[in-house]
Every structure is written in C-alpha cells, then in structure tokens.
C-alpha cells in the first residue's frame, strides 16, 4: 500500500487525497461537456459538482465517526485526518444530495435532468475514490482479495451502463435511480467479501442493510418512471 505518494519539501501527498482530486477534475470535466452537449449552462454544473464533492466529503465522513464513535472518542483529533481514510458513501449521498438539490431548486433548473447529467460521473468518481481507498490500505477484503479494485472496476461498468442509458432516449430520472439501483446491488454483493465492517442485522452489515433499503426504493420509482408518459 502507498498511502504517501512523495513529499515536496513539507509537503506530502497522499494518495487518498489525490485519488479524491483526480475523481473531481475528469468527473466534473466530463460532467461541463456533457452540459453542453445538452444545452445546459456548465457552469452551473461545475459549481453544482463542486458543492456535491464538498458536502457529499462531509456527510461521508460524519456518517463513519458516528458509525465508529468509540473509536473517535478516544481520539477525537482523527476526525479531521481525511488521509487515513474512513468516508461512508450512504452518508455522501444524504449530505451531497440535499446540498445539491438546494442548489438545483435555487437555480430553477429540471430536478431530475440535472441528476441525470450527473449520474454516471458520480459513479466515475467513485471508481478513482476505490483506487484511493486501496492506495490507502482502507476499504480492505478477506485475506488477499483487493476488494477495492473490484469494486472500483464495477463502478467503471456502472458508469458505462448509465453513459449508454444517458445516450438514449429515456424518461427524466432514469439514469439517476438506474445508478442507485445498480450501485446498491454492487454495494451488497461487495460487503461480502469486506471485512472492515461489522454484522449489523441477521448477519449483513448496516451497508447492506442500507443497501437493501435503496434497491427497494430505487426499484419503486423506477417502476414509477415506466409509467409516466415521456
């Protein structure tokens, strides 16, 4: 594992932290073409990716000092320590969605085709974050499994599936609840092999749990979705 990159004079670079800055730059770049491509301002998009990636940072890592509390009771002072990693993606979503759609609503834009815009780069972001994690040496598997590979290769298959949904003609919200579906299917399947997490429920962790909760809901309104006129 190499969790520090190098050191410029007093400076390190973590390879955690450069994973997270390389997953904003092509996602977000990615995100301002496709804008255009769609004749939206991608301007907009780019702030929207950028308050997305901040508050989306802060509830991931809320969620995981209080999924580990005794641990950071202990040590509270590890709380701010972003480059030994510990960010919970349930917690980003809650934060980074609620953040972002103020800022859709404020800015009258279509709720859902903003989403769907910005879906599939999500989940490309998510995939460098992986290589992160396994750079890190967080996020780990049983014995030898790199865990965090396979899971940053699935999110690049997620992304693809969604680009070729986005492609197509298809009903506001699709791509967006496509990826929660698809994302929480890999994510369940995933903490099978993830030993960095406790059982929380009849033997599945919270994750799963979790897991369990968004495919059903992703599910329902995709069905939802089918049934509305285009």
């Known amino acids: 594992m190499y969790p520090e990159i190098c050191r410029i004079g007093p400076i390190a670079i973590y390879s955690y932290g450069l994973m997270l800055a390389l997953a ?4 977000s770049g990615l995100a301002g073409l496709e804008a255009r491509k769609q004749k939206m301002n991608p301007d ?6 950028f308050i997305g990636l901040i508050f989306g940072v802060i509830g991931a890592r809320i969620f995981y000092v209080l999924e580990n509390i005794r641990f950071y009771l202990q040590y509270p002072k590890e709380i701010i320590i972003l480059q030994h990693g510990g960010l919970s993606w349930f917690g980003g979503l809650i934060l980074g969605f609620l953040a972002c759609l103020f800022y859709i609503r ?3 834009l279509p709720v859902y085709k903003v989403l769907d815009l910005l879906a599939p780069f999500i989940a490309l972001g998510q995939a460098f974050g992986r290589v992160g994690c396994f750079l890190n040496g967080c996020c780990f ?3 030898v499994i790199p865990i965090q590979l396979i899971s940053s290769a699935l999110l690049l298959v997620i992304f693809l599936i969604l680009r070729a949904i986005q492609d197509r003609r298809h009903k ?3 791509v967006f609840f496509s990826y929660l579906l698809l994302y929480s299917i890999k994510r369940f399947f995933v903490e099978f092999w993830r030993t960095d997490n406790p059982l929380f429920f009849h033997g599945l962790t919270l994750f799963q749990v ?3 909760g968004l495919f059903l809901a ?3 309104k995709l069905l939802l979705l089918r049934g509305k006129k285009p």
Not at 24 to 27: K, L, N, R, Y
Not at 44 to 49: G, W
């Open 24 to 27: 904003f730059i092509i996602g």
């Open 44 to 49: 907009i998009i780019l702030s929207l990716c």
């Open 106 to 108: 404020k800015k009258k």
């Open 141 to 143: 598997g049983k014995t």
């Open 172 to 174: 506001e919200g699709t």
């Open 210 to 212: 979790l897991s369990i």
């Open 218 to 220: 992703a599910s329902i």
